[in-house]
Structure formats: structure tokens, C-alpha cells
T-cell receptor
Framework: DSGVTQTPKHLITATGQRVTLRCSPR?????VYWYQQSLDQGLQFLIQ???????AKGNILERFSAQQFPDLHSELNLSSLELGDSALYFC???????????????FGQGTRLTVV | AQTVTQSQPEMSVQEAETVTLSCTYD???????LFWYKQPPSRQMILVIR??????QNATENRFSVNFQKAAKSFSLKISDSQLGDAAMYFC???????????FGKGTRLHILP
């Protein structure tokens, strides 16, 4: 168990709809990352938050948005869903980079989104 | 911008043999961290090994070791005594010490032949 919790595990929704994916990071981790993994593809970096503020942005579509709340949990909002948005969405958390040890990201189990 | 390249989409190795997975990266930074993650069929992302760029010694974790060549920007993973449970997708990842972003290569699918 990585300590990162993602809900829901599975989500099936129709095109044009909006969904919210939730992530609770490991206790004490300030950084939260979101990644998208389409079938048999690599991990596409979407966005990173650090202590409530956006830190880095990847190839995140304008239809997608995210935020990190004061309790450090994060939500990824996907709207106007298309068939191509079907993927596994991972959340990961890590300690501050100022801590030189254990700098890896810990991953949740992912949310499998199916758009029909 | 940093990039991570894994040039081997798929590899196969006989059980109990040794296999090396390649990874190269591009960066202008001198301080960073490198990782290998394993993704089995369950799709869970599991850390295999980490390497700090400021450390010259190559990291090892049991049957897993890396060959870190900082000047060449190369970070290969060696798996010794391959086991059936090693069959998975392996991702190389780079973490900037400045921007804090973590980026991944496209992965190498490793098959273990019994």
C-alpha cells in the first residue's frame, strides 16, 4: 500500500459529461501529481500541485482542471468528455524536493475512466 | 525541457538470465533524481530503484542495479536472475531538483520466457 488513495477506482460515463477524480496523498506529502495513461501507453504528465498551488503543467487539455485543497487532497475535473479521454488516471504524491532522501513519487492505484 | 527516452519498446529474456533496459535523458540541470518504476498487469506503479545525480555510486536493490553515466546522460537498469514475476512494463523517470516535475519515458515491456 503506497498510502495514496484514489477514488473512485472505476468510472463509466457518457460523452459530454463531467467527472471528478479524487486523490488523497500520503500523510505529510505536499506535492501531488496527476498523470494520464491510455491503453498500452506511457504516463502523460498533466499537472502538479505543491501545498495548494499549481507548480507545473504538462499537456493538460483546457477541458481538464485540477486543484489542491488546504487539507492537501486534490481533485481532477474532466469535462465535456470524449471517447478519447478513456484512460487510467494516476495520482502520485511526494515529499518536498528539499528533502534529499526518498524523492520518488508514490502512486495511487488509479481511476479507470471509460467514456461511452 | 527535460526528456526521457526508452529506445526498447519490448524485450524478452530467459528466466534466470540477466537483462539490461536502456534509458537516456536530456537535461541542462546538474542536480536531479532518476527512477525506474515497474508496472505489472495490475497497472500499479511500483518503485524499483532510485538514483540521486549527486551520488557517484550506482544504486542497487537486490537483483536490480543501475548503470548511471551522468556525462552520457544514461541510466540503464540491470535485472539479474530474471524471474517470472519480473514480467512488466518498466518506466524510467526523471525528477528535477528545481522545478520538481517528474517525467516518464514511454516504457519498455519486459517478457520473461520460462
Amino acid at each position: 500500500d503506497s498510502g495514496v488513495t484514489q477514488t473512485p477506482k472505476h468510472l463509466i460515463t457518457a460523452t459530454g459529461q463531467r467527472v471528478t477524480l479524487r486523490c488523497s496523498p500520503r500523510s505529510g506529502d505536499l506535492s501531488v501529481y496527476w498523470y494520464q495513461q491510455s491503453l498500452d501507453q506511457g504516463l502523460q504528465f498533466l499537472i502538479q500541485y505543491y501545498n495548494g498551488e499549481e507548480r507545473a503543467k504538462g499537456n493538460i487539455l483546457e477541458r481538464f482542471s485540477a486543484q489542491q485543497f488546504p487539507d492537501l487532497h486534490s481533485e481532477l475535473n474532466l469535462s465535456s468528455l470524449e471517447l478519447g479521454d478513456s484512460a487510467l488516471y494516476f495520482c502520485a504524491s511526494s515529499v518536498s524536493i528539499r528533502i534529499r532522501e526518498n524523492t520518488e513519487a508514490f502512486f495511487g492505484q488509479g481511476t479507470r475512466l471509460t467514456v461511452v | 525541457a527535460q526528456t526521457v527516452t526508452q529506445s526498447q519498446p519490448e524485450m524478452s529474456v530467459q528466466e534466470a538470465e540477466t537483462v539490461t533496459l536502456s534509458c537516456t535523458y536530456d537535461t541542462s540541470e546538474s542536480d536531479y533524481y532518476l527512477f525506474w518504476y515497474k508496472q505489472p498487469p495490475s497497472r500499479q506503479m511500483i518503485l524499483v530503484i532510485r538514483q540521486e545525480a549527486y551520488k557517484q555510486q550506482n544504486a542497487t536493490e537486490n537483483r536490480f542495479s543501475v548503470n548511471f553515466q551522468k556525462a552520457a546522460k544514461s541510466f540503464s537498469l540491470k535485472i539479474s536472475d530474471s524471474q517470472l514475476g519480473d514480467a512488466a512494463m518498466y518506466f524510467c523517470a526523471y525528477r528535477s531538483a528545481i522545478g520538481d516535475k517528474i517525467i516518464f519515458g514511454k516504457g519498455t515491456r519486459l517478457h520473461i520466457l520460462p
